[in-house]
T-cell receptor
Framework: AQKVTQAQTEISVVEKEDVTLDCVYE???????LFWYKQPPSGELVFLIR??????QNEISGRYSWNFQKSTSSFNFTITASQVVDSAVYFC???????????FGQGTRLTINP | GAGVSQSPSNKVTEKGKDVELRCDPI?????LYWYRQSLGQGLEFLIY????????KSGLPSDRFSAERTGGSVSTLTIQRTQQEDSAVYLC????????????FGPGTRLTVL
């Protein structure tokens, strides 16, 4: 069985601060895919990134960066110099190779205050 | 290009009535998913369609729920004899041909059962 844990239910920071959203996963599969999605107040889930289990390279996209560590089963997401528009609920998700459904964490509600 | 679309965006119904929710996936996407997002349960997988294969219905919560996908494109999720606990946002997602592709989500249908 797969499981995704986002221990941080809510985070509130002041604009321009850096913030890291934690994601820990459990799976027995050797091949799997990890995802981050953003759900702004409008409600639509927006895809941010996919990471394959065999690729542990960290990734940076503008102010966003992701740290994938298989040794600790973690896939953390950092926003640098946060902005008010980053306010949303962020979901980490896991899909095992051969499985079809995404298993989501409970989400972290991020509020960026001006 | 058009993303995943869902209709209606909001649906209010009375307990015991049947409802139909529609999803139009991204053109060319072979895989289609339904998820449910509710306060108490987070994001839950409901059903998955891939081409002409038999759907994976393992996430459907009861036999009151059913779904079909006509012509490999549009999908309809039907809930019969709705109950108050069916109130949630129903999300549809589609995915491209490759198994590791990310899923793209529609805006959802907010269902309220009175």
């Amino acid at each position: 069985a797969q499981k995704v844990t986002q221990a941080q239910t809510e985070i509130s920071v002041v604009e321009k601060e850096d913030v890291t959203l934690d994601c820990v996963y459990e799976t027995r599969d050797t091949t799997y895919y990890l995802f981050w999605y953003k759900q702004p107040p409008s409600g639509e889930l927006v895809f941010l990134i996919r990471r394959n289990s065999f690729d542990e390279q960290n990734e940076i996209s503008g102010r966003y960066s992701w740290n994938f560590q298989k040794s600790t089963s973690s896939f953390n997401f950092t926003i640098t110099a946060s902005q008010v528009v980053d306010s949303a609920v962020y979901f980490c998700a896991l899909r095992a190779e051969g499985a079809q459904k995404l298993v989501f964490g409970q989400g972290t509600r991020l509020t960026i205050n001006p | 290009g058009a993303g995943v679309s869902q209709s209606p965006s909001n649906k209010v119904t009375e307990k015991g009535k049947d409802v139909e929710l529609r999803c139009d996936p991204i053109s060319g996407h072979t895989a289609l998913y339904w998820y449910r997002q509710s306060l108490g349960q987070g994001l839950e997988f409901l059903i998955y369609f891939q081409g002409n294969s038999a759907p994976d219905k393992s996430g459907l919560p009861s036999d009151r729920f059913s779904a079909e996908r006509t012509g490999g494109s549009v999908s309809t999720l039907t809930i019969q004899r709705t109950q108050q606990e069916d109130s949630a946002v129903y999300l549809c997602a589609s995915r491209g041909r490759l198994s590791y592709n990310e899923q793209f989500f529609g805006p959802g249908t907010r269902l309220t059962v009175l």
